[in-house]
């Protein structure tokens, strides 16, 4: 077998390869550690529709200046958004502090096609 069909042959399975892979798309949810009722349901809206397409969420709190003080409160926020959209995806990772954010993964139930 001559190199330049070898080449050819590699490239070909790889163009196939790449064609049967899905591309996952993460969504992201920002809320503050104070986020109002309506803003809370406005964005669990959101964050069911993203999750019945099929892609990840990454939802996080966004501590400013000193808002870090309610780190308790901005928890208690993802884990009551993980709760009510138990339904629409699983966690994948549980609420983490990382500097001046607290972020969570959620992920889909749907599969997709």
Request: no cysteine.
């Amino acid at each position: 077998m001559d190199y330049g069909k070898f080449l050819y042959e590699q490239k070909k399975r790889e163009k196939m390869l790449k064609a049967k892979s899905s591309q996952v798309v993460i969504k992201e949810i920002r809320f503050g550690p104070q986020t109002d009722e309506h803003d809370y349901e406005f964005k669990k809206k959101n964050a069911i529709k993203f999750l019945q397409d099929g892609a990840k969420l990454k939802a996080f709190v966004f501590f400013k200046g000193r808002s870090i003080i309610y780190k308790e409160q901005g928890q208690i926020l993802l884990l009551r958004l993980a709760q009510e959209l138990e339904e629409y995806g699983k966690v994948e990772q549980m609420p983490v502090l990382e500097g001046k954010r607290m972020i969570m993964y959620l992920a889909s139930k749907k599969k997709l096609k």
